[in-house]
């Protein structure tokens, strides 16, 4: 069964780039059909997408970041990253990686790790 | 704003159905998915394609689509379902991924 679980840092400072990783256990990161995302959620809000990778190593991502968001995989360690550069206030929120296989459906979620942007 | 549009709340009472929405244009195209949501807790999909519930999540659980509209049906809601129920499909430019705003459902 793929499980998925966050980390990185907590507390970001305004301005710096937000980093987080996605380690991927009970499968590989490199199967074909998958692709895995970024979502996150600021506190009292709705989910917003911020992009995926496929497989093959296209990404696409949220218009409204797109200049700000990297997001890559490291198949020698099975887990991908989010790097969000120039944060505010405004990207304080539960970050949360999923699988994509089916249906664009994100299938599979990991628990979620909160970032505050603050100084 | 979101291109996918949810009603912000719904009720039911115990044991009764409830239906919630999504419209979008690009649901003419493209099939919703559905996740619940209960606070402090990550999302679950509940509902994906045409009508396909992941295992272990219970049938009374439907989902449909007509138009720009999709929909998730609960048959019999149980108190157990109370939560925030978020849709999600891709934009109208087919490239991107986008959320509805969510639905937070009450069982009275």
């Known amino acids: 069964q793929l499980q998925l679980q966050e980390s990185g840092s907590g507390l970001v400072k305004p301005s710096q780039t937000l980093s987080l990783t996605c380690a991927v256990s009970g499968g590989s990161i490199s199967s074909g059909g998958y692709s895995w995302s970024w979502i996150r959620q600021p506190p009292g809000k709705g989910l917003e997408w911020i992009g995926y990778i496929y497989h093959s190593g296209s990404t696409y991502y949220n218009p409204s970041l797109k200049s700000r968001v990297t997001i890559s995989v490291d198949r020698s360690k099975n887990q991908f990253s989010l790097k969000l550069s120039s944060v505010t206030a405004a990207d304080t929120a539960v970050y949360y990686c999923?699988?994509?296989?089916?249906?664009?459906?994100?299938?599979?979620w990991g628990q979620g790790t909160m970032v505050t942007v603050s100084s | 704003s979101s291109e996918l549009t949810q009603d912000p709340a719904v009720s039911v009472a115990l044991g009764q159905t409830v239906r919630i929405t999504c419209q979008g244009d690009s649901l003419r195209t493209y099939y919703a998915s559905w996740y619940q949501q209960k606070p402090g807790q990550a999302p679950i999909l509940v509902i994906y394609g045409r009508n396909n519930r992941p295992s272990g999540i219970p049938d009374r659980f439907s989902g449909s689509s007509s138009g720009n509209t999709a929909s998730l049906t609960i048959t019999g809601a149980q108190a157990e379902d109370e939560a925030d129920y978020y849709c999600n499909s891709r934009d109208s430019s087919g490239n991107h991924l986008v959320f509805g705003g969510g639905t937070k459902l009450t069982v009275l």
């Open positions: 999923a699988s994509v296989r089916i249906n664009d459906a994100f299938d599979i």
